[in-house]
């Protein structure tokens, strides 16, 4: 074997290695973004809960100064 196709075998193989380097970072990537869309749904969701929550207190507040007829804010 010769000088010059050691090194392209050397090269191909550092290319190589790259490629499946890049490949298991990607996939660690995308199992770090599923958890991410998870944990970020159930933010939405527990947002969405207290904004009905704060509704039906803001409701409630407008029924109880209607009710007394005096302005409370």
């Known amino acids: 074997?010769?000088?010059?196709?050691?090194?392209?075998?050397?090269?191909y193989?550092?290319?190589?290695?790259?490629?499946v380097y890049g490949v298991a970072i990607l996939a660690k990537m995308n199992t770090s973004i599923q958890d991410l869309n998870v944990k970020i749904a159930v933010v939405i969701e527990k947002t969405g809960s207290h904004e009905k929550r704060l509704d039906k207190h803001d409701d409630l507040f407008e029924n109880i100064k209607k009710n007394r007829?005096?302005?409370v804010c």
């Open 1 to 11: 074997m010769d000088f010059q196709a050691f090194v392209s075998w050397c090269f």
């Open 69 to 71: 007829g005096q302005n």
């Open 13 to 19: 193989g550092l290319i190589g290695g790259c490629a």
